[in-house]
């Protein structure tokens, strides 16, 4: 969809509505850490930072937020929700140095007559003494209509009697909520358009929530329809389902309506972050822009397609939002995942050596999801410092440790072309392994080398899900020598190198015998 170019004002409410979500109370200071990222590195239009009467923080909060505004040239950008309560609101926005007030009015016949008991002539009547009062304030004077959706649908007279009341009054914007989320695309579009027709004289905002999964597609109807400010929110907070993603709406005003934004898209993941940690809502991995994975190929035939041409790419380029592209390693890796990430790395591997660090990639990936970048030098390093001396292989292996209780151990290997089973128990699952891994070699006269060091570390990446990289140094009758272990779990990664060690051990113990 595209069309002719206009210049779309976003308003992100994160601050106000995004605070209405379940278990979300940003503090003083990180409300004012998330207003000045989103002024000063998004760059939005305009934000609503709090409801007015909420509480002493929260005036100091607004205060706060309104004194860096002004110094630093973003006076004026920032609003605050106020009641119809003629001067309480107003006074409370005065005090925290305010300039613009969101009134809060009734946009349904419902909502007047159920929860407020009065007529539309008398609901007018208070408001307007509470816009008088804040336009002799100096303030600047916003209209929310509440449930605007439900009382354009149920009872349009009352909606377009309050707007031809309110139409002279000095109101900035008329803003429009989907309060409930019940509108679809052709709704918004309809009901919009025909308020854009009747009054083109005025200033309409559409405010959408997400309770049907499209809050994004709503936007895009309401400015197909001619509205030419949109609310939204980071990380699609809000009430219930949340409001409109700024991320999404962003993205799809500017690349399917081509519509012209002021906002930087290179510090929405920075600030999604921001806001993700200050409000301890986690956002889903695979949320479009700001998710972990977005921008992360799995299938090798993905990355075969972007290696041979780009054939997988989009608009949608990570280095658009200060992000890169990464390809997953997994089972369901190819050769070109694996030499992409290699070229992130700066590392050459011949062809021989790529196809083994595949195939324990894809072997290790039936046992861990995906295998990141960071685990990647732990697989290279194992796989060129192994031989294929596989003298003694392990085929199965259950290991159970309890806390105040000693672990047990029970395996399966195939020594010399025949199997053993045995068992141990020790203080630890790595020693009841290798208890039981005595058993069977004391059947060859064979002994475990002295263990000197054990040292255990995962990637830099600190992921809880990393790969394990142990490496034990031995003590071979004074010859000192290192193994290493890889795997998804520290005390298997412990049992490969150990393995290891005995399959030299048994490899050399040949040759001597052949000479």
């Known amino acids: 969809m595209s069309g002719a170019s206009r210049t779309i004002q976003l308003?992100?409410?994160t601050l106000r509505d995004g605070e209405q979500t379940q278990g979300v109370s940003f503090t003083p200071a990180e409300k004012v850490s998330i207003a000045k990222a989103l002024l000063q590195s998004l760059r939005v239009d305009r934000i609503e930072v709090a409801s007015a009467r909420v509480s002493q923080g929260e005036k100091e909060a607004v205060a706060s937020i309104n004194e860096w505004a002004r110094q630093e040239g973003f006076d004026g950008k920032t609003e605050v929700l106020g009641f119809v309560d003629h001067t309480r609101s107003v006074d409370w926005i005065m005090e925290a140095g305010g300039k613009v007030i969101n009134l809060l009015t009734k946009g349904s016949e419902k909502h007047c007559r159920e929860q407020l008991g009065k007529t539309l002539e008398q609901?007018?009547?208070d408001i307007f003494k509470t816009i008088d009062y804040a336009l002799q304030k100096g303030l600047k004077v916003n209209v929310y209509l509440e449930d605007w959706s439900n009382g354009y649908h149920d009872n349009p007279t009352y909606v377009f009697g309050l707007v031809d009341n309110l139409r002279h009054a000095g109101i900035s914007h008329f803003m429009l909520p989907d309060t409930l989320g019940v509108l679809s695309p052709e709704e918004v579009y309809a009901s919009l358009k025909d308020m854009c027709s009747r009054y083109p004289e005025l200033q309409f905002d559409f405010h959408p929530h997400n309770d049907y999964g499209l809050a994004t597609a709503n936007v895009m109807a309401a400015v197909k329809a001619g509205v030419s400010s949109v609310h939204c929110t980071i990380n699609c907070l809000g009430e219930r389902a949340g409001n409109a993603s700024l991320a999404e709406v962003a993205v799809v005003l500017r690349d399917k309506m081509n519509m012209n934004l002021a906002i930087d898209e290179s510090h929405i993941v920075a600030i999604s972050n921001m806001v993700e940690t200050f409000?301890?809502?986690?956002?889903?991995?695979?949320?479009?822009?700001i998710g972990a994975d977005v921008f992360t190929q799995?299938?090798?035939i993905h990355a075969d397609g972007d290696q041979k041409g780009g054939l997988y790419k989009s608009k949608?380029?990570?280095e658009r939002f200060s992000r890169t592209h990464s390809y997953a390693l997994g089972k369901m890796s190819g050769k070109a995942s694996l030499k992409k990430n290699l070229e992130q790395l700066e590392l050459e591997l011949s062809d021989e050596d790529q196809k083994k660090v595949l195939e324990q990639i894809v072997r290790l990936g039936d046992s861990k999801q995906t295998i990141t970048s960071d685990d990647l030098p732990f697989i290279?390093?194992?796989?060129?410092?192994?031989?294929?001396?596989?003298h003694i292989k392990l085929l199965n292996c259950s290991i159970t440790s309890g806390f105040n209780l000693e672990s047990t151990a029970s395996i399966r290997v195939n020594l010399n072309g025949k199997d053993h089973v045995a068992s141990g128990i020790g203080n630890g699952g790595f020693d009841a392994f290798i208890h039981a891994i005595e058993k069977v070699l004391a059947d060859f006269d064979v002994l475990l080398p002295d263990l000197l060091d054990y040292e255990v570390r995962i990637p830099k990446g600190g992921h809880t899900n990393a790969l394990t990289e142990c490496v034990i140094t031995w003590n071979c009758g004074g010859d000192i020598r290192k193994t290493r272990g890889v795997h998804a779990n520290q005390v298997f990664a412990a049992i490969l190198a150990t393995l290891r060690i005995l399959n030299i051990?048994?490899?050399e113990s040949k040759l001597?015998?052949?000479?």
């Open 11 to 13: 308003m992100d409410t």
């Open 123 to 125: 609901h007018t009547a």
């Open 279 to 289: 409000s301890g809502k986690r956002v889903a991995a695979n949320a479009p822009i």
């Open 298 to 300: 799995t299938a090798g």
């Open 316 to 318: 949608l380029g990570p």
């Open 380 to 390: 290279i390093a194992d796989v060129l410092a192994s031989k294929d001396y596989q």
């Open 505 to 507: 051990q048994l490899h």
């Open 512 to 515: 001597t015998t052949a000479d």
